[in-house]
């Protein structure tokens, strides 16, 4: 699948859910700017969050490495699922934040 025919799906989908939010959720359309400014901050904390896991998961690699001897490959650290924790763990504190 082409990358600009998952932009067009994106946007499809982004307009169908802006249309339900307008008339049937109630939302209003001024809040719009407000929200796409919390997701880039959480997006910001989330990228903050992906470098301090792939920096604590080399830290320990390589010291699992150093201290028994043996080859621990990095390349774990490249899986989807660590850049997914870090989303999660971003719109965690963003919540908590929000809730005080």
Not at 5 to 19: H, K
Not at 58 to 63: A, D, E, R, S
Request: aromatic share 6%.
């Amino acid at each position: 699948m082409g990358s600009l025919t998952l932009v067009g799906i994106v946007a499809l989908t982004s307009l169908g859910a802006f249309l339900v939010a307008t008339w049937r959720l109630g939302l209003r359309r001024d809040g719009l700017p407000k929200a796409i400014g919390q997701t880039l901050e959480c997006l910001g904390l989330a990228v903050i969050f992906l470098a301090a896991n792939l920096a604590a998961g080399m830290v320990l690699v390589l010291g699992l490495r150093a201290v028994t001897g043996q080859f621990i490959s990095i390349y774990g650290l490249s899986d989807i699922t660590v850049a997914a924790l870090s989303l999660l763990q971003a719109l965690l504190l963003q919540h908590w934040r929000r809730s005080r």
